[in-house]
């Protein structure tokens, strides 16, 4: 066992904190945030040019603006948060010291200086390629070097976490199986590494030809390479957020899952799977044959969605069970009427369950359909599609565990309460809104990448139907309420690590922030073995009468814009 003197026993949770893991954690978290701030500024100013009578920025800054955007909020944002998670999931819920702190900070380092360097490039003009950065646009090689010396940080802090659970197992901080929130930041960093190696393969060699030591990149290949990173680090984020809304609600409630072995099984599919529905993104492309197409968008794709499925059930069904445990047995919804929805941690992750499950993974399958994919590729439905899944699922179950990483390991008291309960409900709803009506807008045929949907001054105008542009007014509107709501986030997560009142034994007390048991339910092994969940399955069923309407609607759109005869 490591020496005594480099840990603290948590008040709140019991539970012994690596003091070099606590700073690795702070530091990713607090790098995060910043990324978010960043990324959150400059996805206010695209909602504003993509609402027509506003139209903020002229044609190239909104474009450059897009793809500091999508890099800072879809790869900086999240993975920074996401290392913190890999950190806190080994060191801290195994008891156990974490791997090589000091190669840790060097990891930091490289994303750290990965992370300027790519905004830098971005910010000089030369390379707004958008996220997707497409060959045979051109950015500059800084652009492409910045984001490679992010991956290989992000690559080195994956192998740390990978080091800390051999530690763990070896000096046997921990009893029987690792626990299941710590098994699904496995999966996300084993599905990482399949991801960064994805990015490697096809970012140095364009890396090299934006320097002209290679002549050229093929673009069919670079797509359906790239798409093996791009759309693969999202799904870091769906096994990263899933184990995070495990996390809370067992902190919160001493809520287990229904079945281990169940849930275990459910991540193993991502693992399997999930790459496959990068795919969806390349069906519309002529290089690709059908075959190709056919069977990574059904047979195959629809494993990934029976986890995350299994999920959808588990999750709420480990809530429910703890509260009944707790005498809320009264009728179908008395255990969810009396949650505690006051606390930020719980009503961001639920709020983010719900969002994901009914915006975003809906929308997923209908956009992962071969043909339906034809009536609403590369339109703004798309991005709709994002923002359901990676900021209203993602960033608000990242933001809800934020709200007990500030106790637990800054050690500091939540400034400004009252408002922090209100925050991620603000912030939902904007963020719900713009995903709702972007998806409205991209049905109607809403172009995904022209700055300005009323086409001025084309020689070829083209006019949606009004309702398009009021869809799009709508979402600039649901933009600015969910800038508010992230603005708010970092304005009191950041005042409380700077001026929070320092959380002692004696705070602990007077304020507790986990939940009876919440700290042994969090780190150990254990099903709660019951399927007596009334209102969990009224839910199930309600989101399983949306998925049918919303399919059978989307084929019989299909039907009317492409007749047979």
Known sequence: MAVSSLFRTCPDTGLPVHLPAQNLIRANAVAAVVALLVGGVQGLMVALTRWPDVQLLPADWFYLVLTGHGMNVLLFWIIF????????????????????PRIGWLAFGLMVVGAVLANIAVLQGDSSV??????????APHFYLGIILFAVG???ACFIFFGTLVIAREEKTYEGSIPLVTFGAMTAAIIAVFTIASGAIILIPTLLWSVGLIGNIDPVMYKVIWWAMGHSSQQINVSAHVAVWYAIAAMLLGAKPLSEKVSRMAFLMYILFLQLASAHHLLVEPGISSNW???????????????SMIHGLSVPGAIEAAMRRRGFTKGVFEWLRKAPWGNPAFSAMFTSLIYFGFLGGISGVVMGAEQINIIMHNTVYVPGHFHATVVAGTTLAFMGITYLVVPLIFQREIIFPRLAKWQPYIFGLGVAGISVFMMGAGTL???????DI????????????????????LNGMAGVLAAVGGFLFIGIVVGSILFGKRRDAASVKSNPIIGIGGGTAVSSYGSEGTLKLPGTMVLVAIFFTAFFLYYWVNW??????WPLS
């Open 81 to 100: 948060f996401e290392v913190a998670l890999l950190y806190f999931t080994s060191a801290i819920l195994l008891k156990s010291r974490l791997a090589t």
């Open 130 to 139: 958008m996220f997707t950065s497409y060959v045979p646009m051109r950015a």
């Open 154 to 156: 992000a690559l080195i």
């Open 293 to 307: 197409k056919i069977f990574n968008t059904s047979y195959a794709l629809y494993l990934a969605v029976v986890g």
């Open 445 to 451: 045929g809403v172009a995904r990448r022209h700055w």
């Open 454 to 473: 009323g086409f001025t001054d084309a020689t070829l105008p083209y006019n949606y139907p009004d309702f398009a542009f009021l869809l799009m007014a």
């Open 556 to 561: 019989k759109y299909l039907s009317e814009v």
